[in-house]
């Protein structure tokens, strides 16, 4: 990607986080349409200060990013976390999104393609999320791919996620992170791990067994001139998984339920995430926040390692 410094007036760099940057130290992004429409409040805000707190004990600085006021934030205070959370007037922006947010001095949520984006900006090189958008099921007639996958193809920031969502063809989803030479790296299995689940059934193209061999890939990729992106995926942990065979009727319900309302685009993930929260009884909420706590862990390991190395 071209990096310029003419986006550095756009930018808000939170002192805390500046200081790290400049020391050298590991910064871990984080971001914020998880928050705005992937959780519902309180969780959410509960869950994003708590995923900081999780960087800060694993010897990290939080970074969590949002575009606030058309300005590009790059670590937010409690207040701005709070907002995110319970301001109905927050959209949630995507990369195509975000020179008009910027322009018209709105409040966006980013998603896991805008928040790279911004953290390459800033030059932060790891970013913990829960689950990369990819390729929809049916995306052979909706064409409904990811920018995540886009913006994995193309910038250099290494995204920790419990996999690719269940919602998703992960077949496909692994088909064009492989199309535009993006690593797909499972942590500690040769099994690519399902968001909710453990297990997708299908073989992880590539393994590592620990953070100190996820730092030194990244460090060689970058070193070599291989730019953009890699997809570090780190299963859920067994004690809070829902196993793949559970979790199936439901999504395949949330799906149905989807098609019955009409919802396309940029409304589906949120809508599908809400709805197996509504058919499990709330199950899936817990799951989901256990494995950003979980990614949160490993980013901050991972840019620790990556510190260490340069
Ligand atoms: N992970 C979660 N919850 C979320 C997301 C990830 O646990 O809500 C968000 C991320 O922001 C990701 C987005 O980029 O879902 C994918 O949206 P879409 O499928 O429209 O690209
Ligand atoms: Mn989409």
Redesign the pocket.
């Known amino acids: 990607m071209t990096t310029t410094n003419t986006a550095a007036p756009y930018l808000d760099i939170h002192p805390e986080v500046a200081a790290a940057l400049a020391a050298g130290k590991p910064v871990v992004a984080l971001?914020s349409?998880?928050i705005s429409?992937?959780m519902p409040f309180p969780q959410n805000v509960q869950m994003a200060r708590e995923v900081e707190q999780i960087v800060r004990d694993h010897g990290a600085t939080p970074a969590t990013i949002a575009v606030l006021g058309g300005r590009l934030k790059v670590g937010l205070t409690p207040d701005e976390l709070h907002l995110l959370a319970t301001d109905k007037n927050v959209q949630k922006i995507?990369t195509r999104d975000l020179p008009v947010t910027v322009a018209l001095g709105g409040h966006g949520a980013t998603?896991?393609?805008s928040t790279m984006r911004i953290a390459a900006l800033a030059g932060i090189r790891v970013f913990a999320?829960?689950?990369?958008?990819g390729v929809h099921r049916g995306a052979e007639h909706s064409m409904d791919v990811?920018?995540?996958l886009l913006e994995l193809a193309q910038t250099d920031v290494c995204v920790v996620s419990a996999g690719v969502k269940s919602i998703l063809d992960i077949g496909l989803t692994l088909e064009v992170l492989e199309t535009h030479g993006v690593p797909a790296i499972t942590l500690g299995s040769s099994e690519f791990p399902a968001f909710y689940s453990r297990g997708s059934g299908f073989a992880s193209p590539l393994s590592v067994q620990t953070e100190q061999e996820a730092a030194r890939v990244l460090k060689a990729k970058w070193d070599l001139g291989l730019t953009g992106g890699v997809l570090l995926a780190s299963p859920i942990p067994a004690e809070a998984e829902i196993p793949a065979a559970d979790i199936a009727p439901h999504i395949a319900q949330a799906l149905r339920d989807m098609d019955a309302l009409g919802l396309t685009g940029?409304d589906?993930?949120?809508y599908l995430?809400g709805r197996i929260v509504e058919i499990t009884g709330g199950r899936s909420l817990e799951t989901?926040i256990a494995l950003?706590k979980n990614n949160a862990k490993v980013a901050a390991r991972v840019a620790a390692e990556l510190a260490a190395l340069k």
Request: proline residues 4%; charged residues 10%; without cysteine.
């Open positions: 971001e349409t998880i429409h992937g995507s998603t896991v393609a999320t829960g689950g990369t958008g990811s920018a995540d940029k589906t993930t949120p995430l989901n950003v």
